[in-house]
């Protein structure tokens, strides 16, 4: 079984650039999650989407978006960068949806690295 | 406003010895929790879960559970140089929320 799929592994832009970031969810799991990693931080939770809706999102400004499609696949994307948006961008994907087990574990992808310079 | 607390470390343990990593969460309505480990630069890997009080047996690794008070932790028997890395404690379920709330880590480094 194919695990989480994300793309690019790295990424590299210049400020006010616009970066798009990939991911392709375990076959079956319909719950995508993105996550940011900063240097030395923890994992912050960006935003949530479930059968091609998003479900909620985390504390980042509106710069932060992105969209699933109908494949389950979804896409990360960021506005007007700045150099704290360096980070290593988590995807990961879950079984759970509304109303199942909240016992589902995440599973993530390879994650990524977006540098900007 | 949930908070998932570790210790940082560096947790440092001799090869063989057991591993304790804790940790700790402020929402008393959590329901499930999860063990991952993420070596430098990796993205990080699901070690086991449990969501019941007591023990949870996986090979080296035991989890356990105590929602009373609100502590849950990780033991490695005989802990191999392979097993350095940042261990991360994850909670969800709190309200029904499908969000996991992780904290920030400890770094356990097993030397020979």
């Known amino acids: 079984e194919a695990g989480v799929t994300q793309s690019p592994t790295h990424l590299i832009k210049t400020r006010g650039q616009q970066a798009t970031l990939r991911c392709s969810p375990i076959?079956?799991?319909?719950?995508v999650y993105w996550y940011q990693q900063a240097l030395g931080l923890g994992l912050q939770f960006l935003l949530w989407?479930?059968?091609?809706?998003e479900r909620n999102r985390g504390n980042f400004p509106p710069r932060f978006s992105g969209r699933q499609f109908p494949n389950y696949s979804s896409e990360l994307n960021v506005n007007a960068l700045e150099l704290e948006d360096s980070a290593l961008y988590l995807c990961a994907s879950s079984s759970w949806g509304q109303g199942s087990s909240l016992n589902s574990p995440l599973h993530f992808g390879n994650g990524t690295r977006l540098t900007v310079t | 406003q949930k908070e998932v607390e570790q210790n940082s470390g560096p947790l440092s343990v001799p090869e063989g010895a057991i591993a304790s990593l804790n940790c700790t969460y402020s929402?008393?309505?959590?329901?499930?929790f999860f063990w991952y480990r993420q070596y430098s630069g990796k993205s990080p890997e699901l070690i086991m879960f449990i969501y019941s009080n007591g023990d949870k047996e996986d090979g080296r690794f035991t989890a356990q559970l105590n929602k009373a008070s609100q502590y849950v932790s990780l033991l490695i028997r005989d802990s191999q140089p392979s097993d350095s890395a940042t261990y991360l404690c994850a909670v969800n379920g709190a309200g029904g929320s499908y969000i996991p709330t992780f904290g920030r880590g400890t770094s356990l480094i097993v030397h020979p």
């Open positions: 929402d008393r309505g959590s329901q499930s």
């Open positions: 989407y479930d059968e091609g809706e």
């Open positions: 076959s079956g799991h319909t719950s």
